[in-house]
């Protein structure tokens, strides 16, 4: 385990953008695994930044997205198919048919939770898989008590992420209860990790996942037994470790 303490956010964005476009030019048909929500915003300003330099170049590269909501459509302006166009994709040169995010349509769940699974192995795996934390050690959206074997599946939000999640909605109820997300076992045949996390509030369960026990009650526990993570932090989020 690699934790890489940054100065700021800018100093954050910049590390883990560097990463992220070694990892591309050394493999220009590298297979990215991607989060959503606040914590990779600034790691997607800077990509999008480097590929306008002309520094990086996604044309062969494939994504996968973590998971996506059930109950909105993907025309949603909360939907992370939206979301991952508005902050990445449409500034970057990633092939539409290259990039996957799970298919929420509620006639096909099941057979998606397989069909994701068995794409992310025809495509020989993901590369590197790019992580936020949830405040409640939630990796992708497999909340505590997820076991660790876990592979693509539905899950009920806990009450904690669906408060986490209301900021960005008008109004709590219009949060989704249910999402699609990789499993935990997806994430950890990841050939390499890279774990991100900025702000003070994510100080605490930082600490819990990384110094206390390796348990389903913080799925991001078990990250510590993954052997290729490097976490990229903040001064505040690192302060506790
Ligand atoms: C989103 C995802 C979640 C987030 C986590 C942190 O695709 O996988 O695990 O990474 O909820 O969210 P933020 O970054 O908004 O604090």
Redesign the pocket.
């Known amino acids: 385990m690699n934790i890489i303490k940054c100065k700021d956010i800018d100093d954050y964005a910049k590390t883990a953008a560097q990463i992220v476009t070694d990892r591309i030019n050394s493999k220009p048909d590298i297979v990215l695994g991607l ?5 990779p915003v600034p790691l997607y300003k800077e990509l999008s930044s480097l590929y306008n330099q002309g520094k990086v170049d996604f044309s062969r590269v494939t994504t996968y ?3 996506e909501y059930i109950g909105l459509d993907r025309s949603s302006e909360q939907s ?1 198919y939206n979301f991952m166009h508005t902050n990445l994709f449409k500034h970057i040169n990633v092939k539409a048919e290259n990039i996957n995010i799970p298919n929420n349509d509620p006639n096909g769940l099941e057979m998606e939770c397989l069909e994701y699974e068995t794409a992310i192995k025809e495509s020989g795996g993901i590369d590197l898989q790019v ?4 405040h409640n050690g ?4 497999n909340e505590p008590g997820t076991p660790f074997d876990s592979t693509t599946h539905i899950i009920e939000l806990s009450e904690e ?1 669906i408060a ?1 999640n209301a900021r960005f909605f008008d109004t709590p109820a219009m949060v989704p209860k249910k999402a699609i997300s990789m499993g935990i076992r997806t994430i950890m045949l990841s050939k390499e990790i890279l774990l991100l996390a900025y702000g003070k509030d994510k100080a605490e369960i930082l600490k819990r996942a990384l110094t206390g026990d390796i348990t389903t009650d913080v799925p991001a526990s078990v990250l510590k037994l993954h052997p290729n993570l490097t976490i990229v932090v903040d001064e505040e989020a690192s302060s506790l470790l």
């Open positions: 989060p959503t929500g606040s914590t997205n973590l998971d992370y992580l936020g934390i949830g939630h990796i992708g959206f992420t986490a």
